[in-house]
């Protein structure tokens, strides 16, 4: 698939071509996690009845939508929004003139990656996990975008503990896919 086929874009993923488009769904994604936190602090139950409301029960919030998910999903989600909003802010910077950035990370995610831009010239992928060999993500991240030579800039951005900050990670590269860490 050459980069003119990527699929059109779905209006529920979140577009960025701006610093300010970043810093409200990061805001978006605050907003949710503060909804969450207030229901934790209220919460009198046992802390075995507590863990499984985290689990089974919705008691968080979806970053975005609001829409009610459980809290374990909202921290995954989470996590995986502020990592692709992060890293689209950074691609802004890199490429300021490809029109813009469609986010759609996740596995269930309609575009065939994580980021896109809008002149289909830059790709990327993005998570956050423990390190960033966790459940050969990276690995599997790396081998994904080095399958598209066809896409001119490709990307891996991931947030790990033992990573602060956002810098370029040369030695975990290959293939002409670029890796970043970033933070918040």
Same mark, same amino acid.
């Given at each position: 698939?050459?980069?003119?086929?990527?699929? @059109?874009?779905?209006?529920?993923?979140?577009?960025?071509? #701006?610093?300010?488009?970043?810093? =409200?769904?990061?805001?978006?994604? &605050?907003?949710?996690?503060? =909804?969450?936190?207030?229901?934790?602090?209220?919460?009198?139950?046992?802390?075995?009845?507590? *863990?499984?409301? *985290?689990?089974?029960? /919705?008691?968080?919030?979806?970053?975005? !939508?609001?829409?009610?998910?459980? *809290?374990?999903?909202?921290?995954?989600?989470?996590?995986?929004?502020?990592? +692709?909003?992060?890293?689209?802010?950074? *691609?802004?910077?890199?490429? /300021?003139?490809?029109?813009?950035? &469609?986010? @759609?990370?996740?596995? &269930?995610? !309609?575009? /065939?990656?994580?980021?896109? !831009?809008?002149?289909?010239?830059? +790709?990327?992928?993005?998570? +956050?996990?423990?390190?960033? #060999?966790?459940? %050969?993500?990276? =690995?599997?991240?790396?081998?994904?975008? +080095? !399958?598209? /030579?066809?896409?001119? &800039? =490709?990307?891996?951005?991931?947030?790990?503990? %033992?990573?602060?900050?956002?810098?370029?990670?040369?030695?975990?590269?290959?293939? %002409?896919?670029?890796?970043? #860490?970033?933070?918040?």
């Amino acid at each position: 698939m050459s980069s003119d086929t990527l699929p @059109a874009v779905v209006a529920s993923q979140l577009f960025i071509r #701006s610093t300010e488009d970043a810093d =409200r769904h990061l805001m978006s994604v &605050h907003d949710a996690a503060a =909804r969450a936190f207030a229901w934790v602090r209220a919460h009198g139950d046992s802390p075995l009845e507590l *863990l499984r409301s *985290l689990k089974f029960e /919705p008691v968080g919030f979806h970053p975005v !939508s609001g829409a009610p998910l459980n *809290l374990i999903e909202q921290t995954n989600q989470t996590w995986t929004l502020v990592v +692709a909003i992060a890293a689209a802010r950074k *691609l802004l910077e890199l490429h /300021p003139d490809t029109g813009g950035f &469609h986010l @759609a990370p996740g596995a &269930h995610a !309609s575009l /065939p990656f994580d980021i896109v !831009s809008g002149d289909r010239r830059v +790709a990327a992928e993005t998570f +956050a996990a423990v390190t960033p #060999s966790n459940n %050969g993500k990276l =690995r599997k991240d790396l081998d994904k975008l +080095a !399958s598209r /030579p066809d896409i001119r &800039h =490709r990307y891996v951005f991931f947030m790990a503990p %033992g990573y602060p900050g956002i810098h370029r990670r040369e030695k975990l590269e290959r293939d %002409g896919v670029q890796v970043w #860490s970033v933070d918040v």
